[in-house]
Every structure is written in structure tokens, then in C-alpha cells.
């Protein structure tokens, strides 16, 4: 089955600096990739996906990257706020239709 | 309300209670899921079922029985509770198709004593 790494657990940055979460997965049929926010005592709600057609995709002050061939994807958000902090997970979706999960990275913006 | 739900919001239980951890969702998605939620662990699988009446094991579903009898609920009930058990417990449901998006519940943070 799938297998998502992702690094760091925890980031702290300082309010406007840039935040960059990597995941890797080993599943080469996975071919989606969504981001999801967990704020604290809340449920994860999805920010952003990728499919793999797609080598990058943006949204305002975030933005996904995936290359295929390492398989790697990374979320970047720049122009960090306070109301960015919160536990952000990455998820490799393949033919099987079930979201394979990383570990979680806790992002700290300090105003 | 549509949407998908999670009752109860918070358990506390004895060691070797059966409890039932309810999930309900109004959109008819194929697709739901079990998964818990524990520092350090992330959200892992335990089980999951693509349609009524079809379910099937995830990363950690030993201690946890499920069933879908209907569409719209998924049970997951734990036969004899064990501290190990203490987690946030997340339901989540999927249209059925990779690339789409799954929606959580609100959560059920059960804590066994």
C-alpha cells in the first residue's frame, strides 16, 4: 500500500517569512494530492490538491509542487499570517480511492 | 443538516466496555473511513468501506469492528475498550473517485479509564 513521508514535523517561522512542508510517497499509482489544515480542536479541512497531470498549482499565498519522477510534493506558503499556525497533513490518493496520510507538520507563526 | 456528523463529541470509558462511536453524512458519498488521530502518529487508518455492505481493514484495525448496513452510517464500535484506545477518533467520507476530496467529521475524542 501507500507510504507519505513528510518533513518537518514542526516548523516555526516568523509573521511574512515562508513555510515549505515536503512529502514523499511510494506508491506510483497515487495519482492525487491534497493538503488538508487541522486548526486546534477542529477537523482537517482540505486547502489545496494536485493531480498528477499538473506539475504546480497556486492559490493565493499557497501553492503545491509535485514532481512525479521523485516523487515529491511540497506546500509552500508564503507571507506567513498568525492564522496560518495549525497541524498541516499531505495525502497520496491512489486507484485504491484511499487517502494515505504523512505524520502531520505543526507550523508556528510568530506575530 | 447535510454534511457529515460524529456523535458523540466526547466519551470517557472503562477498560473492557464495549462503546459505539457513531457517523452519519447526507450526501450519499460512496466512500468512508475510520481513522484516529494520535500525537506523533498523524491520522491513521482502521477501517474503511467503498460502498453498503462492503468494508475492509486499514493500517490499525485490530480491537475495532465496523459495519454499513446503510449508506449514510458507519459505526465503528470497540468490543473491549483498552487505554491504548484513548484517541480522537475521525470519520471522513469520499465521492467515490481518486481525485476528490474527503470530508471530515467534527471528531470524537474518547478517553478510556
Known amino acids: 500500500g501507500e507510504n507519505v513521508e513528510q518533513h518537518p514535523s514542526t516548523l516555526s517561522v516568523q509573521e511574512g517569512d515562508s513555510a515549505v512542508i515536503k512529502c514523499t510517497y511510494s506508491?506510483?499509482?497515487?495519482?492525487?494530492f491534497p493538503w488538508y489544515k487541522q486548526e486546534l480542536g477542529k477537523r482537517p479541512q482540505l486547502i489545496i490538491d494536485?493531480?498528477?497531470?499538473?506539475g504546480e498549482k497556486k492559490d493565493q499565498r499557497i501553492a503545491v509542487t509535485l514532481n512525479k519522477t521523485a516523487k515529491h510534493f511540497s506546500l509552500h506558503i508564503t507571507e506567513t499570517q498568525p492564522e496560518d499556525s495549525a497541524v498541516y497533513f499531505c495525502?497520496?490518493?491512489?486507484?485504491?480511492?484511499?487517502?494515505?496520510f504523512g505524520r502531520g507538520t505543526s507550523l508556528i507563526v510568530h506575530p | 443538516d447535510a454534511g457529515i456528523t460524529q456523535s458523540p463529541r466526547y466519551k470517557i470509558t472503562e477498560t473492557g466496555r464495549q462503546v459505539t462511536l457513531m457517523c452519519h453524512q447526507t450526501?450519499?458519498?460512496?466512500?468512508m473511513f475510520w481513522y484516529r488521530q494520535d500525537l506523533g502518529h498523524g491520522l491513521r487508518l482502521i477501517y474503511y468501506?467503498?460502498?453498503?455492505?462492503?468494508?475492509d481493514k486499514g493500517e490499525v484495525p485490530d480491537g475495532y469492528v465496523v459495519s454499513r448496513s446503510k449508506t449514510e452510517n458507519f459505526p465503528l464500535t470497540l468490543e473491549s475498550a483498552t487505554r491504548s484506545q484513548t484517541s480522537v477518533y475521525f470519520c471522513?467520507?469520499?465521492?467515490?473517485?481518486?481525485?476528490?476530496?474527503?470530508?471530515f467529521g467534527q471528531g470524537t475524542r474518547l478517553t478510556v479509564v
Open positions: 494536485i493531480r498528477s497531470n499538473v
Open positions: 468501506s467503498a460502498a453498503a455492505d462492503i468494508t
Open positions: 450526501w450519499s458519498h460512496s466512500y
Open positions: 506508491d506510483s499509482a497515487s495519482n492525487y
Open positions: 471522513a467520507s469520499m465521492y467515490q473517485g481518486a481525485d476528490t476530496e474527503a470530508f
Open positions: 495525502a497520496g490518493v491512489g486507484g485504491s480511492y484511499i487517502p494515505t
